[in-house]
């Protein structure tokens, strides 16, 4: 069976500093790995996703995230923080050797102060 | 505009009924999905369809239905056997279910029992 742990359930940083959201997951194969962002009361947003190659993945508004297989990690950076970056943010995996739907964390709420 | 629209976005029901929250999407995906989010709770997975005319059950299927007549349309229906249906509903679609695709989110509904 296929699971992510976001072990934050909030994160806060100050606007300016580097923000890491941190995700681990579990699969039985190699995973695929994603990132969304949800804002109040709207659907979730596609931020990044890992498929294969480069460990590093760079994705939308400055956003990218390192996969780390001996870990079995899948962390969210970004190099300095914005007030706008504040919102909750879900980490999701789907394992490459089933047909399966993606599989979501329970979501980190960012806070970033200014 | 290509998208996926859900409606309404504020729904509410009477403790017995029956509900039924539209999903519709022009992005010509094969697979679409229906989440529910609770505060703390992440996004689960309701029923999830691959195909026309076919679909599975997720994680907490207990008291909903849906159908998938249509590639464009996977309605939702909250039934009286549902016991606490008040959340955020989520569907989302992507181009095939498995593979490194990622999905696509609507708006939501937010259902709240009166």
């Known amino acids: 069976a296929q699971s992510v742990a976001q072990p934050e359930d909030q994160v806060n940083v100050a606007e300016g500093n580097p923000l890491t959201v941190k995700c681990t997951y579990s699969v039985s194969g190699n995973p695929y790995l994603f990132w969304y962002v949800q804002y109040p009361n709207r659907g979730l947003q596609f931020l990044l996703k890992?498929?294969?190659?480069?460990?590093l993945v760079k994705g939308s508004y400055g956003f990218e995230a390192e996969f780390n297989k001996s870990q079995t990690s899948f962390h969210l950076k970004k190099p300095s923080a914005l007030v706008s970056d504040s919102a909750l943010y879900f980490c999701?995996?789907?394992?490459?050797?089933?047909?399966?739907?993606?599989?979501f964390g329970k979501g980190t709420r960012l806070s970033v102060i200014a | 505009d290509g998208g996926i629209t859900q409606s309404p976005k504020y729904l509410f029901r009477k403790e017995g009924q029956n509900v039924t929250l539209s999903c519709e999407q022009n992005?010509?995906?094969?697979?679409m999905y229906w989440y529910r989010q609770d505060p703390g709770q992440g996004l689960r997975l309701i029923y999830y369809s691959q195909i026309v005319n076919d679909f599975q059950k997720g994680d907490i299927a207990e008291g909903y239905s849906v159908s998938r007549e249509k590639k464009e349309s996977f309605p939702l229906t909250v039934t009286s056997a549902q016991k606490n249906p008040t959340a955020f509903y989520l569907c989302?679609?992507?181009?095939?279910?498995?593979?490194?695709?990622?999905?696509?989110f609507g708006q939501g509904t937010r259902l709240t029992v009166v």
């Open positions: 890992y498929i294969t190659g480069d460990n």
């Open positions: 999701a995996v789907r394992d490459i050797s089933g047909n399966t739907p993606l599989v």
């Open positions: 989302a679609s992507s181009i095939v279910a498995g593979a490194g695709t990622e999905a696509f």
């Open positions: 992005l010509n995906h094969d697979a």
